[in-house]
């Protein structure tokens, strides 16, 4: 079973950068679609951001769209969100995941392996 943990959370004011980090454990992360979700407090947890395993392809939800920017590095099992323009509307834990399946990616109900996150809050 896969091992997913995220850092680089934190406090951050509105207008700022974080950068968020996700480390894997296993030999075939490469074969496999990555993303980042998202929980706010009292809120189902939603997509933010998905790569395939090759990272030719990015997906994003609409409210990040420009702002963040999800990444790969394949050779270090790892997984990255850049996000700038931090809103205080961006504030939630943000946990990492990998898809159900290699070699495949339809969407957001694809993923079925999660970290156990990591806080970010945005101050206005």
């Known amino acids: 079973q896969v091992q997913l943990v995220e850092s680089g959370g934190g406090l951050v004011q509105a207008g700022g950068s974080l950068r968020l980090s996700c480390v894997a454990s296993?030999?075939?992360?490469?074969?496999?679609?990555m993303g980042w979700f998202r929980q706010a407090p009292g809120k189902e947890r939603d997509f933010v951001a998905a790569?395939?395993?090759?990272?030719?392809?990015?997906y994003y939800t609409d409210s990040v769209k420009g702002r963040f920017t999800i990444s790969r590095d394949n050779a270090k099992n790892a997984v990255y969100l850049q996000m700038n323009s931090l809103k205080p509307e961006d504030t939630a834990i943000y946990y990492c995941a990998r898809s159900r399946m290699p070699y495949y990616y339809s969407g957001p109900a694809d993923f079925a392996s999660w970290g156990q996150g990591t806080q970010v809050t945005v101050s206005s």
């Open positions: 296993g030999r075939t992360f490469s074969n496999y679609a």
């Open positions: 790569i395939t395993g090759s990272g030719s392809n990015t």
